[in-house]
Nanobody
Framework: QVQVVESGGGLVQAGGSLTLSCKAS????????MGWFRQAPGKEREGVSY????????YYADSVKGRFTISRDNAKNTLYLQMNSLKPEDTAMYYC?????????????????????WGQGTQVTVSS
């Protein structure tokens, strides 16, 4: 049974930092391309950052570029999102997603429909 579990969300003041973690089990994590998405109230889910299963390629949405860093530790089956200089507009539920059928290690996947396993989300709230 595949499980994807996010943690690390919380309430932080603008300018602060948080690190989100995503622990995956029941799949071969090292073979999965991974992504972070977020959804604010009343808005559609949007992509934040993605990483290839080889870890060598990453991609960031323009809104977070230079502030967020995605990384993975395959030995721990864990994905991370380091978020710095947080803004109130970063407030959202953050979701971790896994693509277990990624064929190529050097490819990042940017679409919601690319991913076949999702976590339940962790809430990030940034106060002004």
């Amino acid at each position: 049974q595949v499980q994807v579990v996010e943690s690390g969300g919380g309430l932080v003041q603008a300018g602060g930092s948080l690190t989100l973690s995503c622990k995956a089990s029941g799949l071969t994590f090292a073979d999965c391309a991974m992504g972070w998405f977020r959804q604010a109230p009343g808005k559609e889910r949007e992509g934040v950052s993605y990483i290839s299963w080889g870890g060598g390629r990453t991609y960031y949405a323009d809104s977070v570029k230079g502030r967020f860093t995605i990384s993975r530790d395959n030995a721990k089956n864990t994905l991370y999102l380091q978020m710095n200089s947080l803004k109130p507009e970063d407030t959202a539920m953050y979701y971790c997603a896994a693509k277990s059928d990624a064929l190529y290690g050097g490819v990042v996947y940017t679409q919601i429909y690319d991913y076949n396993y999702w976590g339940q989300g962790t809430q990030v709230t940034v106060s002004s």
